[in-house]
């Protein structure tokens, strides 16, 4: 493949700052255009949350441009699950057999400003703020841009439009009216909003720092992830409506009340939480699905403009991130077909993503209805015990997602697999039990 192909990549969030230090690192010629201001000036906010969890899929795709020990260093290492019940009583589970495996609480902006300034390094790569795509002609591989608030129009002219805009991609919406795309997208009847626990005396933490923290209360919840400054960022995940809703809480306007009385520990530390709730504005949560990703040798999709995906499992920006790996590699091995190149990249990620997304939504209502149950707990510690028991043949699901780069369906038909085992072995296990008692019952009383 030639090394001078001209990419204009449309937006500068994680997948697209990600896609331009590949590119321009491969000697590509790259112009990034991104809607929001340069937000390493402090004048953008991130979007959609303050922090983030990232994980090894993550990891590894920042290790290809030498920035993992960077990211590492400012994260927080979440090492399981902390669960507060409506009580305030506290259990920790931990993530894995291995004191180790963690899952580590990033900043958004903090991290995209880090890919950003990686970008802006390759002297083939620019970046152009503050334009917004309103137009793509998928044929010309053009691309056409307001700029600012004045209303001054750009377009682009390249070789291939990477579409990294987010999930309402303006790349995807085109690709849209093309014969043959097929999309869907699902809301979910909940949404969310974020509150804060404010650091503690001296920059420390008020709750557990190494810890994910979950109040689960069956229908909604809350979760609460650490900052390095002592913060936290908890997340509320409620329906719009309902007895136990956005509607509800706003209908009765005491949100202070409310937490009282299904988050009680949770009120000591959270002194602004009123204003919080007040002011924060609450989002929706999509699925979306789409396909396929690439068009000729003109265009394609990464990250959510692909497939925005629940936050569940915490997957959806490293998901974003193997898409990177992947389509790099394909680039890389594509050979001068630059076509078969996107179109091999979409072969290898689609059937993967398609299983995070539902199991993004299965992790919901576990978190939510069964995190705090004894029976959800004796499920982990199974799971852990058969690990630390039989590690060349059982791993669980959960470490497979987040801990190793086995492609999510693979995962998740090799966990159904070693469920499948267990239930079989467990179910044989009992019926020798009941035979060997009934045998001794019947040589007892005939006898
Ligand atoms: C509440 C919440 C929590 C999450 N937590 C996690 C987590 O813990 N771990 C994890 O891995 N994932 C998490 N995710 C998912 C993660 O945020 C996304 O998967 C990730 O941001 C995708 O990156 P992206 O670059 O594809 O899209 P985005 O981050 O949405 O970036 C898209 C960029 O394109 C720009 N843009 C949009 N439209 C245009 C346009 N028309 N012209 C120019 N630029 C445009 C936007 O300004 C933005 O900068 C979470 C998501 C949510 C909602």
Known sequence: MKHDTNYTIVGGGLAGALMACYLGKAGHEVNVYERRPDLRGGKAPAGKSINLAISERGIAALRRIGLAERVLDRAVPMRGRMIHSPEGRLSFQPYSKNPNDAINSVSRGGLNAILLEKADSYPNVTLHYEHKCIDV?????????????????????????????????????????LDRFDFRQDYLRHGYKELVIPPGEHGTHRIEKNALHIW?????????????????????????????????????????????????????????????????????????????????????LVGDAAHAVV?????????????????????????????????????????????????????????????????????????????????????????????????????????????????????????????????????????
């Open 311 to 447: 936050p569940f499992y915490g997957q959806g920006m490293n998901a974003a991130f193997g898409d990177c790996i992947a389509l790099d590699e394909c680039l890389a091995a594509g050979g001068a077909d630059r076509a078969d190149a996107l179109a091999e990249y979409y072969r290898q990620r689609k059937t993967h993503i398609d299983a995070l997304a539902d199991l993004a939504i299965g992790n919901f209502v576990e978190m939510r209805d069964h995190a705090g149950s004894p029976g959800f707990r004796f499920k982990k510690w199974r799971e852990r015990t058969l690990h630390t028991l039989l590690p060349g043949w059982y791993t669980p699901l959960y470490n497979m997602i987040s801990f190793s780069q086995v492609p999510y369906g693979d995962a998740l038909k090799r966990a159904r697999r070693q469920d499948r085992i267990v239930r079989w072995v467990c179910g044989a296990a009992a019926l020798i039990v009941a035979v060997v008692v009934l045998w001794i019952l019947l040589t007892r009383f005939i006898g």
């Open 216 to 300: 689960p209360r069956r229908s909604y919840m809350m979760i609460a992830l650490p900052n390095e400054d002592g913060s936290f960022t908890c997340t509320l995940f409620w329906p719009f409506d309902g007895p136990h809703s956005f509607a509800a809480v706003e209908a009765n306007g005491n949100a202070l009340g409310y937490f009282k009385t299904h988050f009680q520990d949770a009120v000591p530390v959270m002194p602004t939480l009123a204003e919080d709730y007040a002011r924060n504005p609450t989002n929706s949560l999509v699925t979306v699905r789409c396909g396929p990703w690439n068009y000729k040798d003109k265009a394609v």
């Open 137 to 177: 002609d998928l044929d010309a591989a053009k691309a056409q841009f307001e700029v600012g608030t004045k209303g001054e129009l750009v377009t682009a002219e390249g070789d291939v439009i990477v579409g990294a805009d987010g999930a309402f991609s303006a790349v995807r919406a085109k690709m849209q009216h």
